[in-house]
């Protein structure tokens, strides 16, 4: 770091504090022509853009900025605001912290979305392999001619990529709902309906009309799911899955499979974040070094840059995030998310914010095989090092998804412990927790 440049940029960053703009151009301007190191020329460019006098100037200050450094937050931030992507009247009062949403117990018939068909009145569902609604009566499809809704989901659409500046800077990217059950009138046959809470999806128990909740994320502060993988595995097909599933667990104890007693699997629509993050793992270590015939000890060290696709997080605690991992969800091909999709399938509400979720989704990042994989590559570069330590990461969002995986739920009973087990209801992958037997249980308290 340059401790010329240093002291130009407090006085620089002082004068444009106190919007005195031209005494802080002088002053940035000069960092600009030292030698100034990539950080300190960031911030005199963030700098200057603060008391640029026009939108085109202040946009060149930004965009230099971050050519500098592409992750400095608050050029991303004030670039965000400049492009319209981003309004103020947005943005958290950071005095305080963002409260989470405290929904009304009751619904109104306008926050709900009811699936009868137009023609029979019989209830719709969600047509999962075709996408769009199908009559469970009448066979008979909105998207066909004539239809309330015209045009069905297209399978060759997907649900892309959100901007992440946006939403961290955002109340919305802070803020979650208070599960709470929420019950309305049933508009097709008058009975009082519960919606359980944490839930925006339900089914009529009395006439088995499903119903949405839809009430604009966008204007609650919320955000609304991006996309939707669809379910393709009926009820029996998961159990028959799981059972197979426990056939198969190796390091078990005996006859598991015969004894443990299972409980139908239950169908959500489980909301989880995507995360693309980009970042650098700084690292040191040893080598060895022949001096004059003798071997010495040299400190080695540097920088790997890492990128992750998708790092998923679970936006409710209903499914542990390993479980999770184990499901292999194919989050590239979700279908653009609609509130039909979910006709006649509990949908869970995501109780844990994009901001949190995004923490550990850098530490998930972290431990993922991947980036020992990418560490060990850029290792391999640098020769044989030693005792190679992690210093630092400098992890950064690029980008997020809030998916609705389709997940069935099950669990069975062994030894009056319960365990467990979900399949990913799009490929049929199973992933579950067991007992161990006691060899395997022996070896695990031996290794700590
Ligand atoms: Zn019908
Ligand atoms: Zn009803």
Redesign the pocket.
């Known amino acids: 770091m340059s401790d010329n440049a240093r002291e130009l940029l407090i006085l620089g960053v002082e004068a444009a504090k106190a919007n005195s703009v031209d005494e802080a151009r002088h002053y940035l301007e000069w960092v600009l022509n030292t030698d100034a190191d990539i950080e300190q020329e960031a911030d005199a460019w963030y700098w200057l853009s603060r008391i640029a006098p026009d939108h085109v100037e202040k946009r060149s200050c930004l965009e230099s900025a971050l050519a500098a450094n592409p992750r400095y937050p608050e050029a991303r931030r004030d670039l965000a605001i400049l492009d319209g992507r981003l309004a103020p009247d947005q943005m958290p009062d950071l005095r305080y912290p963002v409260q989470p949403l405290v929904p009304s117990s009751h619904l109104e018939a306008s926050d709900l979305l009811m699936y009868k068909?137009p023609?029979?009145?019989?209830t719709m569902s969600a047509n999962s392999i075709r996408g769009g609604l199908k009559?469970n009566?009448?066979g008979?499809t909105p998207g066909e001619p004539g239809g309330p809704h015209a045009g069905a989901q297209s399978v060759l659409q997907q649900a892309g990529e959100q901007d992440w500046t946006s939403t961290i800077f955002a109340r919305k990217g802070h803020r979650w709902e208070v599960p709470v059950s929420r019950t309305f009138t049933c508009d097709s046959c008058g009975a009082t309906v519960m919606v359980p809470a944490g839930q925006s999806s339900t089914q009529c128990p009395f006439c088995a009309t499903p119903h949405i909740v839809h009430t604009g994320e966008e204007q609650r502060d919320l955000i609304e799911p991006t996309g939707v993988l669809p379910f393709a595995l009926s009820a029996s097909d998961a159990f028959a899955r799981i059972v197979r599933w426990l056939q198969d667990a190796q390091f078990v104890p005996e006859g598991l499979s015969k004894l443990a007693t299972q409980s139908v699997p239950r169908p959500v629509y489980l909301p989880v974040w995507t995360y693309d993050i980009e970042g650098d793992v700084r690292w040191s270590g040893y080598t060895y070094q022949t001096e004059f015939g003798r071997s010495k000890k040299v400190r080695v060290g540097g920088s790997a840059p890492l990128l992750f696709d998708d790092v998923l997080v679970p936006g409710t605690k209903s499914v542990e995030a390993v479980l999770l991992d184990q499901l292999k969800f194919e989050t590239n091909n979700l279908l653009p998310f609609s509130p039909d999709m979910l006709a006649s399938w509990p949908t869970e509400i995501y109780s844990i914010s994009a901001a949190d979720a995004s923490v550990l989704a850098r530490e998930r990042a972290l431990r993922q095989p991947s980036t020992t994989a990418q560490l060990e590559t850029s290792l391999l570069t640098t020769g044989t090092a030693h005792e190679t330590v992690i210093e630092t990461t400098d992890f950064s969002i690029i980008s997020y998804k809030l998916a609705l995986l389709p997940v069935w739920i099950g669990a069975y009973t062994f030894e009056g412990e319960t365990y467990q087990v979900v399949v990913n209801g799009s490929s049929g992958e199973v992933a579950g927790n067991v007992p161990r037997n006691k060899f395997q249980q022996l070896l695990n308290d031996f290794l700590g």
């Open positions: 068909c023609r029979c009145g019989a009559c009566f009448c008979y």
